[in-house]
Every structure is written in structure tokens, then in C-alpha cells.
């Protein structure tokens, strides 16, 4: 997006009572709010009886952009008593083989000194300090600025 969001607000809740009794969560929502208007959220849960469930749409006034979930075979079968697909790719290995070459590949051409990092000091500083801050907004229920 090119920009950090100025605010963010974090609601969460732990449904079973083994992750609660670790202090932590497993259903989370985050809403972010960005200097050019735009409105992010971001929808987190431990459990899905179906796999791991990994998507992402973005709007925007020109369209809108998906990444869905990876299946080992790309069809649906449709009949009387509805749909079935393909269970979901269970690993980021799985999901991610390319990706994973090409991060690799590049992290090798930066330490030869034939590419520049894509991913800057600047840019992980700038992800903690959103990320403190949706902490913060979940601890205590109200949104944070940053």
C-alpha cells in the first residue's frame, strides 16, 4: 500500500479453554485504518474443521485482487447435494514451493552482493510497530494510534 495504517483495533477471544489457559487466543480480528482512507482487516483463527484456511481480497476502485486457498487439484465437483473440492494444501512448503525458491534465490544474491534486500530495516521496525500495537489494542479493547 505504500503506507503504515495510523490506527488499528484488535478484538480476540480464546473459544477453547486449552489455548485460554496458556493466556492466548485462538479467534482474532483486526481492523486498520490508513492515511489514504483505506480500511484493512485482517481475520485470524486457530481452527478450521475444513484446513488451513489462507486467503486474501483487496478492493479497490479499479477491481478486486484474490489469492485463494491452494488445493492439490484446482476442480470442483458439483452435484444434487451441492460441491466438494479437494482438501486444502496442508504446509507453506506445500503451498508456498515457488515462493519459497525465489526468497531463497534472492537472499543468496544479497549475501553475493548482486541484488539489493526487498525487505528493509525500515520496513520490519515499521511491522513491529503495528503489530505492538494491535497488542496493545487487544490488552486493552480500545484502538490504538500509532
Excluded at 495510523?6 to 482474532?28: E, K, P, Q, R
Excluded at 496442508?90 to 544474491?109: K, L, T
Amino acid at each position: 500500500m505504500g503506507e503504515s495504517p495510523h490506527t488499528v483495533f484488535c478484538l480476540a477471544h480464546a473459544f477453547h479453554s486449552d489455548i485460554g489457559a496458556l493466556n492466548d487466543v485462538d479467534t482474532v480480528g483486526v481492523v486498520m485504518k490508513f492515511p489514504s482512507g483505506a480500511i484493512g482487516q485482517i481475520d485470524l483463527s486457530r481452527h478450521a474443521v475444513y484446513g488451513y484456511d489462507q486467503r486474501v481480497e483487496v478492493f479497490g476502485a479499479s477491481g478486486m485482487l484474490t489469492s485463494d486457498n491452494c488445493t492439490a487439484l484446482s476442480s470442483t465437483h458439483f452435484h444434487a447435494a451441492g460441491s466438494s473440492q479437494h482438501p486444502i494444501k496442508f504446509s507453506f512448503p506445500q503451498r508456498y514451493a515457488e515462493a519459497y525458491d525465489v526468497q531463497m534465490n534472492h537472499f543468496i544474491n544479497v549475501i553475493k552482493m548482486k541484488e539489493n534486500l526487498v525487505i528493509t530495516k525500515d520496513d520490519v521496525i515499521r511491522s513491529f510497530h503495528v503489530v505492538d500495537a494491535i497488542e496493545k489494542s487487544f490488552q486493552s479493547g480500545k484502538p490504538v494510534t500509532l
